[in-house]
């Protein structure tokens, strides 16, 4: 028994070299899209520093949103962990 049925297409890019944004449309309408930034790091981190570069990191995140906001579809646009 089919419960679900939907397609979803997927749109990604780099944008500014280091932030990946991924989007992707849902036949029903729905639309959610993904701001990725990643850090390579060598060698292992200590739980400070790991803390360091998360705080670094969101506040880039944030930074970008804000800074896009206007290239439409980030209306109150939440992070993954506060939705």
């Not at 029903?28 to 850090?39: A, N, P, S």
Request: aromatic share 10%; charged share 35%; glycine share 8%.
């Amino acid at each position: 028994m089919r419960i679900a049925d939907f397609i979803a297409t997927r749109e990604a890019w780099f944008i500014d070299q280091e932030f990946r944004v991924v989007w992707d449309k849902m036949n029903f309408g729905h639309e959610v899209g993904e701001v990725e930034l990643q850090v390579v790091e060598d060698g292992p981190l200590s739980d400070e520093e790991k803390v360091d570069i998360t705080v670094v990191m969101y506040r880039r995140i944030d930074e970008f949103m804000e800074c896009y906001k206007r290239a439409g579809g980030m209306k109150g646009a939440k992070g993954k962990l506060t939705a």
